[in-house]
DNA sequence: AATGAATGAGTCTTCATTCAT
DNA sequence: AATGAATGAAGACTCATTCAT
């Protein structure tokens, strides 16, 4: 029960999110959302804000998960093609606006919230030192640092830029931008 | 009095949502920073959103006026030139990482609030067909067009990278990472 | 529990805008009152002019049930008693001056509050129109418009004056009144 | 100076009671109004109830002046003719139904604000005694009593319909009613 | 005599949390 | 395991009053 309850709610809370923000979603909304009650969210998450931090987790567990099981999925993996995963991955079509509009109302609450906080830094971390391993194959070790830096950067930023016009967000552009980032990186050498 | 008033009030302002978040500030915290009393927000503002309001506006025009006045100064500018005014302004040591914070707080409020959603619209297009003007000069139509997407995204994913984590930001890294980008550009014709 | 609820929160706002009046009634008086927390009112009315409407419309209902099962009551009834019937009701002794000091309350309050002056409008007509209903099976249709306009007129004027005057208002010299003027208009012929 | 003042600012204080209703107008409002600053009130009045209280007796004023005026200009002034002054007054046709749309917002604040009771029970006794003083020539003395308790009362009812109807009142119809009731009272006899 | 900037107490409203069932 | 009624603390906003000029 519990799982299928936690689920249930966590996806709710994404829609409610991404519909009126963090901070103007009510756990009523929430529950209307998911059919169940309001008090559910107390039992089983503690309260709102427990409930926010484990949508967040699944959310960046999610990427992680795709981006690790398509890099075990391909035999002979260069570094490169590890690097072009995690862009195709961070652009995947499946991955429309209104998830990003969440990942980015979390990314501003994560600011002032300690345990948000923590859990972004987990996870930028490790998308960042994934990065540099691979990078560091490739560039020189003060280039391969900036290079990390300025990919994560690109990415989220593409997405940033991306969840605040109201026309829909073009996958292949922003991949084409981020490979040509990318591509102009290592030919400079 | 109101110019003083309202210049005393945004600052406030800045300060309590770097400090709590946006949506965790309040009128009184805002009033007791100003050294006011909390009427006088509604007085001069009509409330508290027209403060964000003219928070995030002061905080866009203080950017565009510092871009704008370092163009002029330089007489014989040239398109690369100024690209590099808008790199070197955006990354301003003066620009600390509080400040950034705010903008983001914005950013993400901007997503389900109107009339903030249209000031950061406005305010994207602004930049985005400056830096489309000077980039039409130097690459042909559609690599112009990525070129512009990509310095933006480029530019506000370093400053949402650093705003999250504790360390100080390091305004140099960034610079270098934009102009390196900016430059690989260029180089590939 | 809803209609439970409702009725211990429209007794209380009956008891506080006789006190206080209906302008200086907080909801957390009314809430104390019902011995209730304020947040209630919100909950099962929307908001405070949500329960002072129900509870104006109530006051409404009630006279217009206890007339019209009394006229139901009596077999053969002709249009001088139905008009007398109207007259007893509303100088019934059970209705005290607290009852109508609020009535007169929401009565000032509808001439600027859209929602119950449309209500306040829709009682009248109906008491009007009965009222003409009868008198027209009595008197020439000018005369018993007039009529039914002075009826209606006079029993609220009497209450209007009698909620003033600190004494306990005088339901038989009210009734006295109202029905010689009732003779009278009916013995011109 | 003083009665400039004072006779603007009651002026304003008519207008704004009449648009917004007696307790959700404020001084501003009403200073506005009149083209003078809000701390004006308090100077001159000792703030907001006080410039009401003032403005209740002035309307107050205005209307037995009238009647007292209209009756010493008549010589041979029958108890009739006195009765049938008053009614005139009442409905005389510069009587607005905005000026008693002010009457009834403090007969209801009146309910509850001790000064304003009093002076509402000062004027009714006075016209009651008026009346009173009249009807005696002409009716016993028990007749006499629900004669003028009647009268009173249709006048103020007729006026409080006419104030809620957002029809034009019309006067001509109220003088008609009220002579007739009047009529009708002394040929009984 | 007159202003109007500033105050802050008072109100309504919202909403996460609790808890009896 | 689940509900949803009820709470009450906290926030935004209003506005009569004050007072320095």
Redesign the pocket.
């Known amino acids: 029960?519990l799982e299928i309850?936690r689920q249930q709610l966590i996806q709710a809370t994404l829609i409610c999110v991404e519909k009126y923000g963090v901070s103007?979603t009510?756990?009523?909304q929430i529950a209307q959302q998911a059919g169940?009650?309001?008090?559910?969210i107390?039992?089983y998450f503690g309260?709102?804000?427990g409930l926010l931090y484990e949508t967040m987790r699944d959310l960046m567990r999610e990427l992680r998960v795709t981006i690790t099981e398509k890099c075990k999925s391909e035999p002979n993996l260069t570094p490169y093609r590890a690097i072009e995963i995690i862009i195709d991955c961070n652009f995947d079509p499946k991955i429309d606006s209104a998830r990003m509009k969440v990942w980015l109302s979390f990314w501003s609450m994560s600011m002032h919230q300690d345990n948000l906080n923590r859990l972004q830094i987990i996870n930028d971390s490790r998308l960042h030192s994934n990065l540099l391993f691979h990078f560091k194959k490739l560039l020189p070790k003060q280039q391969a640092k900036n290079a990390a830096r300025g990919l994560a950067a690109l990415i989220d930023g593409l997405w940033l830029h991306g969840s605040l016009r109201c026309e829909e967000f073009d996958h292949y552009q922003a991949r084409a931008i981020t490979k040509q980032f990318l591509n102009n990186l290592l030919e400079e050498q």
């Open positions: 029960m309850r103007d009510t756990i009523i169940l009650s309001s008090g559910i107390s039992h309260g709102k804000m």
